[in-house]
T-cell receptor, first 115, second 113 residues
Framework: GESVGLHLPTLSVQEGDNSIINCAYSNSASDYFIWYKQESGKGPQFIIDIRSNMDKRQGQRVTVLLNKTVKHLSLQIAATQPGDSAVYFCAENISPRNAGNMLTFGGGTRLMVKP | DGGITQSPKYLFRKEGQNVTLSCEQNLNHDAMYWYRQDPGQGLRLIYYSQIVNDFQKGDIAEGYSVSREKKESFPLTVTSAQKNPTAFYLC????????????FGPGTRLTVL
């Protein structure tokens, strides 16, 4: 079946550098995407989302880019800090809001920040 | 404080026993979800509920059961029929009317001894 996946399972960056985490999706009908951050032993925490009618959305130190042509999603973290170390998941909305709003999750990318 | 709570944080079960995981939210969200997470993997949907007294199976419902008698509560029972229940269980909720984002609780780690 169609699903969301990630290119890089582990990303190691130097503190202060920018991080880019990538995600590929295959369901062309998906219209909503979310990035979550999960620290060890905790539940996923919402970071940022984007709808399919947008190419870019910015938050505090984070930017999500959506390329619908190649079905690619990325999360950019500016000036990466040790507190950013975690596993990052992308998720896509595979069903309408009135049909349960199911999300399909990728396998996750572990971000390691070196001091 | 508004949010989603799960209890217990850690749970140990002997083989053949049923256990119930609690999920409570005071966000006034209509929709609630249960996911299972195995080490180094993403989340898989077990059950979801869009409104009180209604719930639907997700991708991996076998060996699990749920109830939704109250809007605030969505307990998950892991039955003895679940062959490999050791995992991290996550509950989420969503404001069905206006949002597409799901917000997660802190999780319960279940270990079968």
């Amino acid at each position: 079946g169609e699903s969301v996946g990630l290119h890089l399972p582990t990303l190691s960056v130097q503190e202060g550098d920018n991080s880019i985490i990538n995600c590929a999706y295959s369901n062309s009908a998906s219209d909503y995407f979310i990035w979550y951050k999960q620290e060890s032993g905790k539940g996923p925490q919402f970071i940022i989302d984007i709808r399919s009618n947008m190419d870019k959305r910015q938050g505090q130190r984070v930017t999500v880019l959506l390329n619908k042509t190649v079905k690619h999603l990325s999360l950019q973290i500016a000036a990466t800090q040790p507190g950013d170390s975690a596993v990052y998941f992308c998720a896509e909305n595979i069903s309408p809001r009135n049909a349960g709003n199911m999300l399909t999750f990728g396998g996750g990318t572990r971000l390691m920040v070196k001091p | 404080d508004g949010g989603i709570t799960q209890s217990p944080k850690y749970l140990f079960r002997k083989e053949g026993q049923n256990v119930t995981l609690s999920c409570e939210q005071n966000l006034n969200h209509d929709a609630m979800y249960w996911y299972r997470q195995d080490p180094g993997q993403g989340l898989r949907l077990i059950y979801y509920s869009q409104i009180v007294n209604d719930f639907q199976k997700g991708d991996i419902a076998e060996g699990y059961s749920v109830s939704r008698e109250k809007k605030e509560s969505f307990p998950l029972t892991v039955t003895s029929a679940q062959k490999n229940p050791t995992a991290f269980y996550l509950c989420a909720s969503r404001d069905r009317g206006i949002e597409d984002t799901q917000y997660f609780g802190p999780g319960t780690r279940l270990t079968v001894l």
